[in-house]
């Protein structure tokens, strides 16, 4: 698993689906780094509902996610982690890892949009398995570009060292 952290939301409008990217933390694989970008398509409502907790905007009345965090801690769990689980043509699969008041662990079934706004309201760790990251991740293009930057700078460097007198005459 890799240790991933919310980048960006887009909230569509309309027709327009919102959209969700992770980024790996840069400590997120043990021996190595990952590197890339996690999109995950979400709806509308579960956007604003991630955008709300990131923002810690005050709400009237719980919302469905602050009330299942309230009923787990209420009964004496917590809630540990959130994964993203699988990936199926464009559908994520996440789960909930619960640990309850008796000491046992418990996994939970959620949508990726679902398990994002409690990992935010709870501040758990949000991973990703490694395989939905080979089968989903799209470039870091500011690190492709930043590559390309140096590698630039370095054969300039290379070439103004192997200048000499003669190649001015």
Known sequence: MVRMDIQTIMVGAGPMSSLVVLRPRSDGREGGGASGRLPIRIGVLEASCISAGIEGSPVGRPLTHDLLLDCIGRMGGSLDSVEIVDVRGTTFFARLNVSCASGSHVELDARPSDALALAIRAEV?????????????????????????????EEFHDFVEHLSPEDFS
């Open 125 to 153: 760790p949000i991973f990703a398995d490694e395989t939905v990251l080979e089968r989903a991740t799209m470039p870091d293009f500011d690190a492709v570009e930043k590559r390309e930057r140096q590698q630039e700078l």
